[in-house]
């Protein structure tokens, strides 16, 4: 549900409220009790991704067998520069 701002004309009081989309606007303000409300348009929030699966390179199996190939490397005694160390 979203969330509204609305701002009373008579009183000056603003608060945020959630809402239903297909809801009506409200009308009396809850602090003076006056019909004076009024919503407020606003920018909205962006949207907020969480979780993996929604950057570029989490569904790219390529990345993840390249870093797996940099481990067995070390793991073997091979350096990062393509030498063997002693």
Known sequence: MPTYD???RSCGHSFETFQSMSDDPL???PECGTDQLRRLIGGGSGVIFKGS???VND???GSSSSSAGKEK???SGESGNGKASA
């Open 73 to 75: 490397s070390v793991k």
């Open 53 to 55: 699966g929604f950057y």
């Open 59 to 61: 569904s790219r199996k």
């Open 6 to 8: 609305y701002e009373c």
């Open 27 to 29: 009308k009396n303000c």
